[in-house]
């Protein structure tokens, strides 16, 4: 044992050495970073990814330096040239990764401050997904260049495996008809971010973001939506953003045959005209001809009740449910207060019911 030590002290002691080298820069980075983050929290920053992609990148290089410096000491002479390769090829590898890195976090960066600056984000969020996806394909590229042998093992199991191209195929058919997807709701434009959409007659939401596979809405239970780009292109879809954004609310009431049709059509013309939501979509032609504001009119006779209806205008979808649920309570008071009643379904049964058949005893009498 002390013959080794003797014979490869100087190996040992610089061993040792890298190891403390390698430890303290690996906590100086710790360090570094965690001063870099407080001096960017008291200057107003939020983001820390460029930091945290950073500190990897030169922890990654401190313990790859550390093993191939192992590695150097303890192999024989004989293997320095297969270890110089490897060397080089991992230097490669992470110079790419590191420029590969930087480049989508410098496009991310810039990407987000366009955003920031733009009401109407949807095509700059749309681009800062493909240039993050072609960024990250020219990085493997550069990355598979350092072992030409993969292209010759993917050619030959591609080219022995007609299964597995097939299923390749198919998913990639999938993928790319989402991509294809994405690029025409940006070029075509049927809805943007921030529009509040309604698709399959069902799904009522706002579009959060468009990605290069799918498209995101918040409903109003505050639930995503995840809609893959391809279907979504393939349904009915109602844009309540696009074009004129006013919009007609219908508010309906029953009110029995007994009641007076034309009090209870005044009343809801009030109260609807009265709504401060309400706006006034008549032309100066209907003005002339002094149509009224809100038109109420009866839509239908029922069994038991007769349907009446008015339609009432408000600048935007997003006004026209507090203004339904306000002119429901608010028609429904008047019409207690003036007497007009609210049916519940009626039913009139007659019970028809057969002469008894005569007895022995009544036959006895009348004889």
């Known amino acids: 044992m002390i013959d080794f030590f003797k014979e490869n002290s100087q190996n040992i002691y610089i061993l040792l050495g890298l190891t ?134 993917a050619s030959t199991a591609l080219g022995g495996a007609g299964i597995i191209a097939a299923i390749i195929g198919l998913a990639s058919q999938e993928a790319l008809a989402n991509i294809i997807g994405g690029f025409f709701i ?20 706002t579009v959060t973001d468009i990605t290069l596979r799918h498209t995101l809405i918040r409903d109003y239970h505050n639930k995503m939506i995840v809609v893959p780009n391809a279907i979504i292109n393939k349904e009915k879809i109602v844009n309540y953003n696009l074009g004129d954004q006013k919009y007609c609310q219908y508010v309906e009431f029953s009110i029995s045959y007994d009641s007076d049709i034309e009090l209870a059509k005044r009343i809801m013309q009030e109260e609807c005209e009265n709504h401060p939501s309400n706006i006034d979509v008549r ?49 429904k008071n008047r019409f207690d207060t003036e007497g007009i009643e609210i049916p519940y379904p009626y039913r009139t049964i007659i019970t028809k019911f057969e002469k008894a058949p005569a007895s022995d005893d009544t036959i006895q009498d009348t004889k």
């Open 283 to 331: 032309t100066k032609v209907d003005e002339h001809n002094k149509v009224p504001k809100v038109q109420v009119r009866v839509i239908s006779l029922e069994d038991s009740h007769v349907a009446l209806r008015a339609w009432v205008w408000t600048s935007q979808f997003g006004l026209s449910f507090a203004m339904k649920c306000d002119l429901l309570e608010s028609i």
């Open 186 to 205: 940006i070029m075509f434009k049927p809805f943007q971010v921030y529009d509040t959409i309604k698709i399959s007659g069902e799904m009522v939401g």
């Open 20 to 153: 403390a080298l390698s430890i303290v820069l690996y906590i100086a980075v710790n360090k570094i970073s965690r001063t870099l983050k407080i001096k960017a929290i008291e200057k107003g920053y939020s983001d820390f990814t460029t930091i945290k992609i950073v500190r990897k990148i030169i922890k990654t290089c401190i313990v790859l330096f550390y093993l191939f410096a192992v590695a150097y000491l303890l192999a024989d002479k004989s293997e320095y040239n297969i270890i110089a390769n490897n060397i080089k090829k991992t230097t490669y590898l992470i110079f790419v990764f590191v420029l590969t890195s930087i480049a989508y976090t410098i496009s991310n960066g810039l990407f987000n401050r366009i955003i920031e600056r733009k009401d109407n984000p949807t095509t700059y969020k749309f681009l800062k997904y493909v240039a993050a996806f072609i960024i990250i394909v020219i990085g493997i590229a550069f990355a598979a260049m350092a072992f030409p042998s993969l292209k010759s093992i």
